[in-house]
């Protein structure tokens, strides 16, 4: 038997290894940031930047855009504006203040304010056409970019909370209901399902969803676009939507699809193309893509819009064109500005 003397020295020393053994535990454990980064880098994104201007896609990256990875739910910090206009002068004016101009977009800036607006107004509709034609574009995509950023920022706020949420976690069901991915009240995914919600919630560049609008909405002079801020062409078998002219009584009761606001008009676009299972190639190419961390951009795409027209590839082509001959590749690298988001307001808005 060990004498006492023995057990008097060796329950000290191993008090100290135990402690030892203990703190190298905690130390060396993974933390919570440690557990968030890798499920995040799991769905290919990336803990959230400080500000801004880190967002920045090098114009020779060969990897998924930057602002397509990271996000965060504390930006911006600043309160939102209105800012009354009661000219076209006067918006190209804003834009100039806020350095959103063709200078800037040449230097290489690629920073979007946060611009929001209400509708288009019939006085756009009826005096567009005595715009000069580049004029007219500049200020559709100048007007419409901010709303796609804003859209997809929403989008990829909802794919961070999917990637980091337990699998029983009451927002990641709601998340999985509101995709249609779940139509029960089950209460907790697999994480093979997971997976199949991160293919449908994620970004569309903002390149494909410009070149979409102006065809589909005339460059935001059709009538549905004023009457209904309808920018997208969606059909609407509710009964509620706006009544096309020459109606195709085969396809049944449609009508166009409206919305309360521009921007409710880009949602809800985004929401049919990770939806609907006639977007199912682009969802899988878009997934892949991301997955192999390469550029997801509206060229690419494109090529799998064969069900959004009856005109099939005659509709791609006419996409890729718009793209390539607007340069609005460039805008797939563009991301959203840190200072207060601006809210739009005509002149004549304002006076009623």
Request: proline fraction near 5%; glycine fraction near 6%.
């Amino acid at each position: 038997m060990p004498s006492v003397s023995r057990i008097k020295i060796a329950l000290p020393l191993l008090l100290v290894i135990a402690s030892l053994l203990m703190l190298w535990a905690l130390w060396y454990r993974p933390s919570d940031d440690g557990q968030l980064s890798a499920a995040l880098a799991a769905a290919g994104m990336e803990p959230p930047v400080a500000n801004a201007g880190e967002l920045a896609t090098p114009s020779d990256s060969q990897q998924t855009q930057t602002s397509f990875k990271t996000v965060s739910k504390d930006r911006p910090a600043q309160a939102p504006k209105d800012v009354v206009l009661n000219s076209l002068d006067e918006l190209i004016a804003l834009f100039d203040s806020l350095g959103y101009n063709q200078a800037g977009w040449q230097a290489g800036n690629r920073e979007v304010p946060r611009l929001t607006f209400e509708a288009v107004s019939e006085r756009w509709q009826q005096t567009s056409s005595q715009i000069p034609v580049q004029l007219k574009k500049m200020v559709f995509f100048r007007l419409m970019a901010p709303l796609i950023l804003v859209a997809n920022e929403q989008i990829l706020l909802e794919r961070q909370a999917i990637a980091q949420a337990e699998l029983d976690a009451p927002e990641l069901l709601a998340l999985a209901r509101k995709y249609r991915l779940l139509t029960d009240d089950s209460g907790s995914l697999t994480e093979e399902q997971r997976q199949q919600l991160l293919a449908r919630v994620d970004i569309m560049p903002p390149s494909l969803v410009l070149a979409q609008a102006a065809e589909e909405s005339g460059w935001a002079t059709s009538r549905f676009t004023v009457e209904g801020n309808a920018f997208f062409g969606q059909w609407d078998f509710s009964g509620k939507g706006m009544t096309p002219k020459a109606q195709r009584k085969e396809l049944g009761n449609y009508g166009l699809a409206r919305f309360d606001t521009p921007l409710a008009s880009v949602q809800g676009y985004l929401f049919n193309l990770n939806t609907n299972a006639a977007y199912q190639s682009l969802r899988g190419l878009r997934a892949q893509l991301r997955a192999a961390n390469k550029p997801i951009t509206g060229l690419v795409l494109a090529g799998t819009l064969d069900k959004y027209s009856e005109r099939g590839q005659a509709y791609i082509d006419g996409i890729r064109e718009m793209i390539r001959y607007n340069r609005l590749e460039q805008v797939d690298e563009a991301y959203l500005s840190d200072r207060a988001p601006l809210h739009l307001i005509s002149g004549e808005e304002a006076r009623e």
